[in-house]
C-alpha cells in the first residue's frame, strides 16, 4: 500500500516561488498517477494536475498554467510541486494523492504542506 | 471554470437517510462515468467514499452509495450517524483540458 509523506509548512513573499515534495513508498512509484490538490481556508478542493512517473508527461489546471510545474524523480521516489509568483489567493493547504481506483479517484493522500503566502 | 453544484449544507437525524445531489453538465457528470464522492472531517485529509459513480473503496461502509442520473450525481448515506457530521464533495472527471473538477462541497449537519 503506498504512502505519500510531504514536506513541512512554508511562508512565502507575493512573487516568490515554492516547491513541495511527496515522497512515496510501499508501491510501484514510477506507475502510480502523482496528483496536486489544494484547499483554501475554509474553502473546497481544487485538482491542480498530475504526472505519471513513469511517463514525465504532466497536465496542470488551465487556471495555473504558466506558474506550476510537476517533476518526478524516479531515483528517489519523490514527486515535486513548484508554484511560481506567488499571490496572498495562493495560500492554501496543498496535497499530493493517487489513486489505486483510477486517476481521478484519490484514496491515499498525503498529509498537506501549508502553503503561506504574505507579505 | 465552472464547479459542480452541491448544496451549501443538509441535516438529517440519526438513523434517517440522506442524499446530496452534484449537477453538473454533459461534458463531465453526464458524459463520463467517473464520479467520486470524498468525506472530509475538520483538520483531516478527505476520504474516498465511491468512486466511478457507484463502487465503494474497500473499507467503506455500505452505508454510503452513489448513482447518477442524467446530469446529476448523488451520494445517499443511510442510517445517519453522528460520526458522518462532515464536510462531502464530489468530482467527476471531464472532457477538457483540466479534466478533474470538484463540487463546492456540502456541510452534512447530524441533528
Known amino acids: 500500500q503506498v504512502q505519500l509523506v510531504q514536506s513541512g509548512a512554508e511562508l512565502k513573499k507575493p512573487g516568490s516561488s515554492v516547491k513541495v515534495s511527496c515522497k512515496a513508498s510501499g508501491g510501484t512509484f514510477s506507475t502510480y498517477t502523482i496528483s496536486w490538490l489544494r484547499q483554501a481556508p475554509g474553502q473546497g478542493l481544487e485538482w491542480l494536475g498530475r504526472?505519471?512517473?513513469?511517463?514525465?508527461?504532466?497536465i496542470y489546471t488551465q487556471n495555473l498554467q504558466g506558474r506550476v510545474t510537476f517533476v518526478a524523480d524516479k531515483s528517489t521516489n519523490v514527486a515535486y510541486m513548484e508554484l511560481s509568483s506567488l499571490r496572498p489567493e495562493d495560500t492554501a493547504l496543498y496535497y499530493c494523492a493517487t489513486s489505486h481506483y483510477g486517476p481521478e479517484a484519490f484514496d491515499v493522500w498525503g498529509h498537506g504542506t501549508m502553503v503561506t503566502v504574505s507579505s | 471554470q465552472s464547479a459542480l453544484t452541491q448544496p451549501a449544507s443538509v441535516s438529517g437525524s440519526p438513523g434517517q437517510s440522506i442524499t446530496i445531489s452534484c449537477t453538473g453538465t454533459?461534458?463531465?457528470?453526464?458524459?463520463?462515468?467517473?464520479v467520486s464522492w470524498y468525506q472530509q472531517h475538520p483538520g483531516k485529509v478527505p476520504k474516498l467514499l465511491i468512486y466511478?459513480?457507484?463502487n465503494r473503496p474497500s473499507g467503506v461502509s455500505n452505508r454510503f452509495s452513489g448513482s447518477k442520473s442524467g446530469n446529476t450525481a448523488s451520494l445517499t448515506i443511510s442510517g445517519l450517524q453522528a460520526e458522518d457530521e462532515a464536510d462531502y464533495y464530489c468530482s467527476s472527471y471531464r472532457s477538457s483540458s483540466t479534466p478533474v473538477l470538484f463540487g463546492g462541497g456540502t456541510k452534512l449537519t447530524v441533528l
Open positions: 454533459s461534458n463531465d457528470v453526464g458524459g463520463h462515468n467517473f
Open positions: 504526472i505519471i512517473p513513469i511517463l514525465e508527461t504532466p
Open positions: 466511478n459513480v457507484s
